[in-house]
């Protein structure tokens, strides 16, 4: 275990490599690229750029608050009707990462962060299926047009329209002035060296990337803390009853308070265990 982690740490560092996930994203971002040059440039400077923009600051937690407020909207607008809580959390989530990346944030009804949105949940659907599988088991039906070609199709969706926000933002950027990832990693493209790994087909994949890293884990935590609150009602109301008592009125609660907040920490790392 010594020799593998810390001895020969760099030959163990990589990820198991996927055919079809490499495939689809052409080897090309940070998350599920292998380990190497490229990959400690770009980690390296998404790390810096995210804490940069608020990755475990108080900022960020003020972005969240504000999207919660378009959450708590969403439910009361809905209150006896029918709501998918999926994709309400998936806009949540998408929304708080969008502002990150790209400095802006969509309405939930909007056609654009729905077709992102449904274009994703495809390619996980497939990427996590049957015929993922068959892709890499079997090399003579990769050129047929069978259902995994939708997850080739999804991809180019969203780096169109990760191109259009990149033109745009080329467009009204002021350089040294970053309003976002994406400003940043522009100002990072205009004083590239030769050695460089930079580019802005890498700028579209690494934006999908972290999308999908900040999207997904977050909405699917949310759906099964409400799955895990509705089943079991009376946990839902002493975690309520908790809440009420720390914030004495308040209508936001905020990280520190959950120190104040034994139960309800107790159930949210039950939530996290379950996942």
């Given at each position: 275990m010594k020799e593998a982690i810390v001895v020969k740490a760099t030959d163990f560092a990589g990820r198991p490599q996927d055919l079809f996930?490499?495939?689809?994203?052409?080897?090309?971002?940070?998350v599920m690229v292998d380990y190497g040059p490229m990959w400690r440039e770009h980690r390296r400077f998404?790390?810096?750029?995210?804490?940069?923009?608020?990755?475990?600051?108080?900022?960020?937690?003020?972005?969240?608050?504000?999207?919660?407020?378009?959450?708590?909207?969403?439910?009361?607008?809905?209150?006896?009707q029918t709501l998918s809580p999926q994709v309400m959390f998936h806009n949540a989530a998408s929304n708080i990462i969008c502002q990150v990346l790209f400095g802006k944030r969509y309405k939930y009804d909007d056609q654009t962060i729905k077709l992102i949105v449904r274009?994703?949940?495809?390619m996980t659907k497939?990427?996590?299926?049957?015929?993922?599988?068959?892709?890499?088991?079997?090399?003579?039906?990769?050129?047929?047009?069978?259902?995994?070609?939708?997850?080739?199709?999804?991809?180019?969706?969203?780096?169109?329209?990760?191109?259009c926000l990149v033109n745009e933002h080329?467009?009204?950027?002021?350089?040294?002035?970053?309003?976002d990832f994406?400003?940043?990693?522009?100002?990072?493209?205009?004083?590239?060296?030769?050695?460089?790994?930079?580019?802005?087909?890498?700028?579209?994949?690494?934006?999908?990337?972290?999308?999908?890293?900040?999207?997904?884990?977050?909405s699917n935590t949310l759906l099964t803390a409400f799955l895990y609150l509705m089943n079991y009602p009376h946990i839902q109301e002493q975690c309520q009853k908790e809440i009420d008592q720390v914030l004495e009125g308040k209508d936001r609660v905020t990280f520190e308070d959950r120190l104040s907040m034994p139960y309800m920490q107790?159930?949210?790392?039950v939530i996290i265990y379950c996942l």
């Amino acid at each position: 275990m010594k020799e593998a982690i810390v001895v020969k740490a760099t030959d163990f560092a990589g990820r198991p490599q996927d055919l079809f996930i490499n495939d689809v994203t052409q080897r090309k971002g940070v998350v599920m690229v292998d380990y190497g040059p490229m990959w400690r440039e770009h980690r390296r400077f998404a790390l810096k750029t995210l804490r940069n923009f608020g990755l475990g600051k108080k900022s960020m937690e003020d972005r969240i608050l504000e999207e919660i407020q378009h959450t708590v909207k969403t439910l009361e607008k809905n209150s006896g009707q029918t709501l998918s809580p999926q994709v309400m959390f998936h806009n949540a989530a998408s929304n708080i990462i969008c502002q990150v990346l790209f400095g802006k944030r969509y309405k939930y009804d909007d056609q654009t962060i729905k077709l992102i949105v449904r274009c994703f949940a495809e390619m996980t659907k497939i990427a996590n299926g049957p015929w993922a599988m068959l892709y890499d088991s079997i090399p003579l039906i990769r050129h047929l047009p069978l259902p995994f070609n939708k997850a080739f199709e999804n991809m180019e969706i969203f780096l169109s329209h990760a191109r259009c926000l990149v033109n745009e933002h080329k467009k009204t950027r002021v350089s040294g002035e970053p309003r976002d990832f994406v400003d940043c990693y522009l100002d990072e493209l205009e004083n590239k060296n030769d050695e460089s790994m930079f580019s802005e087909e890498q700028l579209r994949r690494i934006s999908f990337d972290l999308y999908v890293a900040a999207t997904d884990t977050t909405s699917n935590t949310l759906l099964t803390a409400f799955l895990y609150l509705m089943n079991y009602p009376h946990i839902q109301e002493q975690c309520q009853k908790e809440i009420d008592q720390v914030l004495e009125g308040k209508d936001r609660v905020t990280f520190e308070d959950r120190l104040s907040m034994p139960y309800m920490q107790v159930h949210c790392d039950v939530i996290i265990y379950c996942l």
